[in-house]
């Protein structure tokens, strides 16, 4: 089975400042994840995505992601917090050697950003 | 703008409608999905389609009931919906090639079960 958990409800952060929206999964052989970000009556949009290699992704809009294996996190991080980032985040993973082709989503992170 | 079309944005209906959601793809990917998104609850898959044929069924209610003619077009039809049915819609897509292609989703069906 393959799960995700986002921990925090919502994240508050100042214009400005560094922003880390956490993220753990579950899986049972080794992961693919993924990061969504989804604006008010819109889909989700793909941020940045891990399938192997450096731990640390970059992605759309200046965020990155880390990948760390012993603690089975894939947090996302932005050095300098925009107020036009305030969404809803959504951290996303698949087990690469089950197979599945569906994504498992976590339940979202809302990031609102103070100017 | 998304390739992935929704239709219709918003729908209200009584439990004893039948309705039907539509999804269209512009992107030539060859695999399809719905998801229901609830406040504050993870997405949850209800359908996988892979060149047309159904790959995965997550132990929908058959009041849901998916049907794929072609690569680029995905239906919901729904019947005897209950309130908590309602919810967010979301169609996606992807290219099946790709295991580890990203999902591109269309801007959804908001819908109101009363």
Same mark, same amino acid.
């Given at each position: 089975?393959?799960?995700?958990?986002?921990?925090?409800?919502? @994240?508050?952060?100042?214009?400005?400042?560094?922003?880390?929206?956490?993220?753990?999964?579950?899986?049972?052989?080794?992961?693919?994840?993924?990061?969504?970000?989804?604006?008010?009556?819109?889909?989700?949009?793909?941020?940045?995505?891990?399938?192997?290699?450096?731990?640390?992704? =970059?992605?759309?809009?200046?965020?990155?992601?880390?990948?760390?294996?012993?603690?089975?996190?894939?947090?996302?991080? =932005?050095?300098?917090?925009? @107020?036009?980032?305030?969404?809803?985040?959504?951290?996303?993973?698949?087990?690469?050697?089950?197979?599945?082709?569906?994504?498992?989503?976590?339940?979202?992170?809302?990031?609102? @950003?103070?100017? | 703008?998304?390739?992935?079309?929704?239709?219709?944005? &918003?729908? $209200?209906? *009584?439990?004893?409608?039948?309705?039907?959601?539509? #999804?269209?793809?512009?992107?030539? &990917?060859?695999?399809?999905?719905?998801?229901?998104?609830?406040?504050?609850?993870?997405?949850?898959?209800?359908?996988?389609?892979?060149?047309?044929?159904?790959?995965?069924?997550?132990?929908?209610?058959?009041?849901?009931?998916?049907? #794929?003619?072609?690569?680029?077009?995905?239906?919901? &039809?729904? &019947?005897?919906?209950?309130?908590?049915?309602?919810?967010?819609?979301? #169609?996606?897509?992807?290219?099946?090639? *790709? $295991?580890?292609?990203?999902?591109?989703? *269309?801007?959804?069906?908001?819908?109101? $079960?009363?």
């Amino acid at each position: 089975a393959q799960s995700v958990a986002q921990p925090e409800d919502q @994240v508050n952060v100042a214009e400005g400042n560094p922003l880390t929206v956490k993220c753990t999964y579950s899986v049972s052989g080794n992961p693919y994840l993924f990061w969504y970000v989804q604006y008010p009556n819109r889909g989700l949009q793909f941020l940045l995505k891990y399938i192997t290699g450096d731990n640390l992704v =970059k992605g759309s809009y200046g965020f990155e992601a880390e990948f760390n294996k012993s603690q089975t996190s894939f947090h996302l991080k =932005k050095p300098s917090a925009l @107020v036009s980032d305030s969404a809803l985040y959504f951290c996303a993973v698949r087990d690469r050697d089950t197979g599945r082709r569906a994504l498992t989503f976590g339940s979202g992170t809302r990031l609102q @950003v103070q100017p | 703008e998304t390739g992935v079309t929704q239709t219709p944005r &918003h729908l $209200v209906m *009584g439990m004893t409608n039948k309705k039907s959601l539509k #999804c269209e793809q512009h992107l030539g &990917h060859n695999a399809m999905y719905w998801y229901k998104q609830s406040a504050k609850k993870p997405l949850e898959l209800m359908f996988v389609y892979s060149l047309e044929e159904r790959v995965e069924n997550n132990s929908v209610p058959s009041r849901f009931s998916p049907e #794929c003619p072609n690569s680029s077009h995905l239906f919901l &039809h729904l &019947h005897t919906l209950q309130p908590e049915d309602s919810a967010l819609y979301l #169609c996606a897509s992807s290219q099946e090639s *790709g $295991v580890n292609s990203p999902l591109h989703f *269309g801007n959804g069906t908001r819908l109101t $079960v009363t």
